[in-house]
């Protein structure tokens, strides 16, 4: 069956965020007085933040992972005037649009920090339909959030790729029903990618767009 909607991450896949996030938490740990390494955190960033709290600090009470919450979001916005999409995610976006391939950005970040990462794209004439946080009780590696973009584009898992730069993303998409390609732009390596389940591993925006023909047709 041809390819007819595309699934982006958006955090490490098209924005160059997720050192930004490991910033943000770090700083929010060690205000809770908790220090946690930045290579750590590095790992568990793109899964549903309870899972990585849990990862983590262990098991804390409902009000301290709240304040590490609410300390996280106001560091990233903190740092949001850092945010830069990827060379080429904005081109690739609206490459895949003239070609009327449906593209979803299936993320679970709170609606504000959507709209910081959607004013770095610069390309929402591209983007067919978006998800939040709103969307799901959790987030990757549940696959809760494929379904809302897969609904959304009004497609079935055959029909589409899902593309993300985490192990968790591919882990969501192979719990969907849906083929997906890995990036190392988010700082996942390409043998930990395959392993979650990616079909395929590309650098970054820039490479998949010069690659295209290489990966969009179906399995």
Request: proline share 2%; charged share 30%; glycine share 8%.
């Amino acid at each position: 069956m041809t390819i007819s909607v595309v699934l982006f991450d958006v955090d490490g896949t098209l924005v160059d965020s997720n050192y930004l996030h490991v910033d943000a938490w770090q700083r929010a740990f060690d205000e809770c007085g908790v220090h946690v390494d930045a290579w750590r955190i590095h790992r568990a960033i793109g899964q549903d933040s309870a899972r990585l709290l849990r990862s983590l600090v262990g098991e804390r009470d409902d009000e301290w992972i709240a304040r590490a919450k609410d300390l996280h979001s106001r560091n990233y916005r903190d740092l949001a005037h850092r945010l830069v999409a990827f060379g080429g995610a904005g081109d690739l976006l609206r490459s895949l649009h003239r070609d009327g391939v449906r593209t979803v950005l299936a993320t679970s970040a709170p609606q504000d920090e959507l709209r910081l990462l959607l004013d770095a794209l610069d390309a929402s004439d591209a983007v067919t339909a978006t998800t939040s946080a709103d969307d799901v009780e959790e987030a990757k590696p549940d696959p809760g959030i494929l379904q809302v973009a897969l609904d959304r584009a009004g497609a079935m898992a055959n029909e589409a790729i899902m593309i993300g730069d985490a192990v968790w993303d591919a882990r969501a998409a192979k719990r969907a029903g849906v083929r997906s390609i890995g990036v190392r732009s988010g700082g996942s390596g390409t043998d930990e990618l395959l392993q979650a389940g990616a079909s395929q591993v590309y650098d970054d925006p820039s490479d998949l767009l010069g690659r295209r023909s290489d990966w969009l047709r179906s399995s």
